[in-house]
């Protein structure tokens, strides 16, 4: 086999190494990073905005071509079920977590937010960190979308601009009295809770449909829709004004 090209044949001649920016990596964690897994979401999606993260590689099965000689090997990013049975990238703070969850997968060296752009293309729901560790911490559809994005995330029921779609949605509607913002992790993780006074006297096909109206007028704005990762409505009664 000529050593001018590689074992698919290709040569090696007019190719070019780039640096990826990672060359003095040992792999070690960055102890902040870790640290800010402990904390609250904000705390640790803003670490992960500018962090090292290490992508899992595995080699596919490699054939061999009629003369007995390998033929080209390729790498494929590892894909697993998350928590909940969505599709996820597995993403490590340093060789060690990935060493305790694979001792198979090589790692890639990237930035989160570089990591998370991939996690897109593969079409995954999640990016899980440190899988299976004390500080495992799963970044949710619209937090994956902030950090692809670089985009400081923030919990949707915070969120100036959600709020302000919420407003829009409901201002033509002239039974909501009132709609506030509320968070609804008690319902499930990243759930925004609308809480809506209505006038009295409706029934609750009417209530059913105004719900609708909102959820299916926020449904079509694609930037608050990966903003938000579930919806659920309450009612409040409306006050009235105090007699003069």
Not at 11 to 24: D, H, I, S
Not at 29 to 38: C, K, N
Not at 46 to 51: C, D, E, F, N, S
Request: hydrophobic residues 45%.
């Amino acid at each position: 086999m000529s050593h001018d090209a590689d074992s698919a044949g290709l040569p090696w001649a007019g190719r070019e190494v780039t640096g990826t920016g990672f060359e003095t990596d040992d792999g070690t964690a960055d102890p902040a990073l870790r640290a800010a897994l402990a904390h609250d979401e904000r705390t640790w999606m803003a670490a992960l905005a500018h962090a090292r993260v290490l992508v899992p590689v595995v080699a596919t099965e490699e054939g061999r071509d009629e003369d007995g000689v390998d033929k080209a090997a390729s790498m494929a990013t590892v894909i697993v079920q998350g928590p909940q049975g969505e599709r996820a990238l597995p993403v490590f703070t340093g060789l060690d977590s990935l060493a305790s969850w694979s001792s198979a997968a090589r790692p890639s060296p990237v930035l989160a937010p570089v990591a998370a752009r991939a996690a897109i293309s593969e079409e995954c729901d999640v990016l899980v960190v440190d899988p299976g560790s004390g500080t495992e911490v799963v970044v949710r559809p619209s937090m994956l979308w902030a950090l692809a994005q670089h985009q400081d995330w923030q919990p949707a029921h915070t969120d100036p601009f959600v709020a302000q779609k919420v407003k829009g949605a409901v201002r033509d509607l002239e039974p909501v009295v009132d709609v506030a913002l509320e968070d609804g992790s008690d319902v499930g993780a990243g759930v925004l809770r609308v809480v809506i006074a209505l006038t009295p006297g409706l029934t609750q096909d009417d209530i059913r449909q105004i719900a609708t109206t909102i959820g299916e007028r926020l449904a079509t704005d694609g930037e608050v829709r990966a903003r938000i990762d579930g919806l659920t409505f309450a009612l409040r009664a409306a006050t009235t004004p105090a007699a003069e």
